[in-house]
């Protein structure tokens, strides 16, 4: 059974920094694809980024160049260093493991696990 636990939410100002972490249990796929999605109230969730097992990493255009999706293999630990936040990135954070399928993208479809969320609150 695959869990994912996500840590690291909090309330920042404009200009502020945040790391988020999201450990995983039983997720032994060698070829995947492991995200970070956000749903502001009243706003469809959306990919922020996406990692896959060859490295390779796709932002979503709004948080190119402040934000930084990394992985941690033998800590079973997905990262988002976020920085420079803006009020704009206020949302619920997610977590997300694909089923193997061989496909990155930023697109929700395609994740079958996902955490519970941590919240994310930027002021102006």
């Known amino acids: 059974q695959v869990q994912l636990a996500e840590s690291g939410g909090g309330s920042v100002q404009a200009g502020g920094s945040l790391r988020l972490s999201c450990i995983d249990s039983?997720?032994?796929?060698?070829?995947?694809?492991r995200g970070w999605f956000r749903q502001a109230p009243g706003k469809e969730r959306e990919g922020v980024a996406v990692?896959?097992?060859?490295?390779?990493?796709k932002y979503a255009d709004s948080v190119k160049g402040r934000f930084t999706i990394s992985r941690d293999i033998a800590k079973n630990t997905l990262y988002l260093q976020m920085n420079s936040l803006k009020p704009e990135d206020t949302g619920m954070y997610y977590c997300?493991?694909?089923?193997?399928?061989?496909?990155?993208?930023?697109?929700?479809?395609?994740?079958?696990?996902w955490g519970q969320g941590t919240q994310v609150t930027v002021s102006s």
């Open positions: 997300a493991a694909d089923g193997g399928g061989g496909f990155c993208y930023t697109g929700a479809e395609l994740f079958e696990y």
């Open positions: 039983g997720y032994r796929y060698s070829s995947y694809c």
């Open positions: 990692i896959d097992s060859d490295g390779g990493i």
